[in-house]
């Protein structure tokens, strides 16, 4: 049986799209634990810790704070239980999607309420643009 390969920071950091900072910033908040490393200290990931990464990185483009995500893991961690994590990540991911409908409503609002005042300015303009043709023709019939 072959050992899974193992990368390096620089490595993980390409594959995902992070910098090695944030790598090491999510170790720090035991986001990623279990981080092995070689003899000289260096740090080296494997399939498990690549997963990891991807899923927080999810998380986060869903809107979830590190924070959140830091209980998820908690909570897997103590319970030990898929079905306990997943429970608590479907209650978030309500609450996050409640709140990016909430945002797409106000942003309609917005939007509606800039293309109603564009059109107030087009014919502010359009109205300033005649009575400058007015004048020019009554001054040329003067």
């Known amino acids: 049986m072959s050992s899974p390969t193992l990368y390096s920071i620089a490595q993980v950091c390409r594959k995902i799209g992070v910098s090695p900072r944030t790598v090491r910033y999510y170790e720090e908040l035991s986001l990623l634990p279990g981080v ?3 003899n000289g200290g260096r740090r080296v990931y494997g399939p498990d810790e690549i997963e990891r990464l991807r899923f927080i990185q999810r998380l986060k483009q869903m809107g979830l704070s590190l924070q959140e995500i830091g209980d998820l893991n908690a909570i897997y961690a103590i319970r030990g239980s898929t079905q306990a994590m997943l429970e608590k990540l479907r ?7 409640s709140d990016v409908e909430a945002k797409i409503r106000d942003l309609q609002t917005l939007r509606s309420e800039m293309a109603s005042y564009v059109d107030r300015v087009d014919r502010r303009i359009e109205d300033l643009q005649g009575r400058e043709k007015e004048k020019r023709y ?3 019939r003067s």
């Open 138 to 140: 009554a001054n040329r």
């Open 91 to 97: 209650e978030l991911l309500r609450q996050h999607l």
């Open 36 to 38: 092995r490393r070689r």
